[in-house]
């Protein structure tokens, strides 16, 4: 398996065990969280899926994952505009709670990734009307920022 299928389980896995454990009647804004970045998981896994066909040795393997690839192409883009719906609905309840500090560091690395994930929204969005290379690019780099950012914002 390609190693970002382990740091996606990782992230996954960090989240939950932070959010675990808080009154969902109470912090509700951390559960919405969790669900907007499983949104954005599901997505990223499309990174490692490539990533494994460009690698694997087995031809059954690369024809199996291209095809399954294939099935959730047409719900990729709405899958991460409903990522992004659900993480604003997170920081407007997470501003509501805290107001906007922005020596909170958990609101400003929020913010942060907020902004990227609507980088990511808007290119893979663009990419439908205008395809190219640099938009491609810039979209999976854009992915690999998210990954790092929301890491950053879950440990702080
Ligand atoms: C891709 C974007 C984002 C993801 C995946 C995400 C995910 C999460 C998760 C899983 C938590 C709970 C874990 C923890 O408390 O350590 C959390 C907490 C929090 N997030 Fe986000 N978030 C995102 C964007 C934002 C934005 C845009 C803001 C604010 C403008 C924000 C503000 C906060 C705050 C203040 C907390 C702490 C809440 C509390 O302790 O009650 N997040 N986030």
């Known amino acids: 398996m390609n ?10 896995f960090l989240a939950i065990w932070k959010v675990a454990g808080r009154n969902p009647a109470t912090d509700m804004q951390v559960y919405i969280g969790l669900a907007g970045l499983c949104f954005f998981l599901f997505n990223w896994t499309r990174h490692a899926v490539f ?12 024809i199996k994952l291209a095809n399954i690839s294939k099935k959730i192409l047409p719900f990729h883009r709405w899958i991460g ?8 609905i997170h920081a407007f309840y997470a501003i509501r709670l805290f107001g ?10 929020g913010l942060i990734v907020g902004l990227a994930l609507l980088a990511m929204v ?10 190219g290379g640099k ?4 979209h999976i780099y854009i992915g690999i920022s998210i990954f790092f950012l ?7």
């Open 51 to 62: 990533s494994t066909i460009r690698t694997a040795a087995n031809r059954q393997t690369k």
């Open 100 to 109: 906007f500090n922005l020596t909170y560091p958990k609101l400003t690395s």
């Open 3 to 12: 190693k970002w299928f382990y740091f996606n389980f990782i992230l996954l």
């Open 122 to 131: 808007i290119t893979g969005w663009w990419r439908l009307y205008w395809p």
């Open 135 to 138: 938009v491609r690019q810039a």
């Open 81 to 88: 505009t409903t990522a992004l719906i659900i993480i604003f």
């Open 150 to 156: 929301a890491l950053l914002h879950i440990l702080l």
